[in-house]
């Protein structure tokens, strides 16, 4: 257990649907991250929250949408996904600062949700 | 950008084996992160190491900054080590993570 949770672990949906995936951590971080991770290929960031701001979004196509209503909860609204969007998504919190730069800390990941688009 | 590579790929270990995973990075970072994933997808910090040694049980790391590398060692490997082993450092400019692709470690009984 490393205090950040996902739900749900397995998501199997169609081009067509519309989801969420829910991630919650018992840390008291301040920062949130969603991570896409492909077969054969490093991690990809997503995007960041900071103190419920959103800091980074890395090229992230509009189909994947996050929302970040407190410091403790993240989301990923997903709508008309491809195949290719098939994956492990990861959330992953971290302390942070106010003064903007999230500086160096350790980051804390939960089990993922393995995501099949059909 | 940042270019990290590891080394070896992949590698099969009988039980009670030693094994040395190393992490290259293209250049100055602020910090590195090593990570264990397990079969299941859960990923666990092992170490968070910018310079120096580190050890915890088993696992030690230690990073170069200065020639940019950092190894891991993990010594009388149990089947429990399986899975993929990550670095990741941490850029300067912005502080978000790069990754390596990880070294996939199979432990046989």
């Known amino acids: 257990e490393t205090g950040v949770t996902q739900t749900p672990r397995h998501l199997v949906m169609g081009m067509t649907n519309k989801k969420s995936l829910k991630c919650e951590q018992h840390?008291?971080?301040?920062?949130m991250y969603w991570y896409k991770q492909s077969a054969k290929k490093p991690l990809e960031l997503m995007f960041v929250?900071?103190?419920?701001?959103?800091?980074e979004n890395n090229s992230v196509p509009s189909r994947f949408s996050p929302e970040c209503p407190n410091s403790s909860h993240l989301f990923l609204h997903l709508h008309t996904l491809q195949p290719e969007d098939s994956a492990l998504y990861l959330c992953?919190?971290?302390?942070?600062?106010?003064?903007?730069?999230?500086?160096?800390?350790?980051?804390?990941f939960g089990p993922g949700t393995r995501l099949t688009v059909t | 950008g940042i270019q990290v590579e590891q080394s070896p790929p992949d590698l099969i270990l009988q039980e009670g084996a030693n094994s040395t995973l190393r992490c290259n990075f293209s250049?100055?970072?602020?910090?590195l992160q090593w990570f264990h994933q397990n079969p299941w997808g859960q990923l666990i910090n092992l170490f968070y190491?910018?310079?120096?040694?580190k050890q915890n049980g088993r696992l030690s790391a230690t990073t170069v900054a200065t020639e940019r590398y950092s190894l891991l060692y993990i010594s009388s490997s149990q089947t429990t080590d399986s899975g993929v082993y990550f670095c990741?450092?941490?850029?300067?400019?912005?502080?978000?993570?790069?990754w390596g692709a990880g070294t996939k470690l199979i432990i046989k009984p």
């Open positions: 990741a450092v941490e850029r300067e400019s912005n502080y978000q993570l790069i």
């Open positions: 992953a919190s971290s302390q942070a600062t106010l003064a903007g730069p999230l500086g160096s800390y350790e980051q804390y």
């Open positions: 929250y900071n103190f419920k701001e959103q800091t």
């Open positions: 190491i910018p310079s120096g040694t």
């Open positions: 250049d100055s970072v602020n910090n």
């Open positions: 840390l008291g971080h301040n920062a």
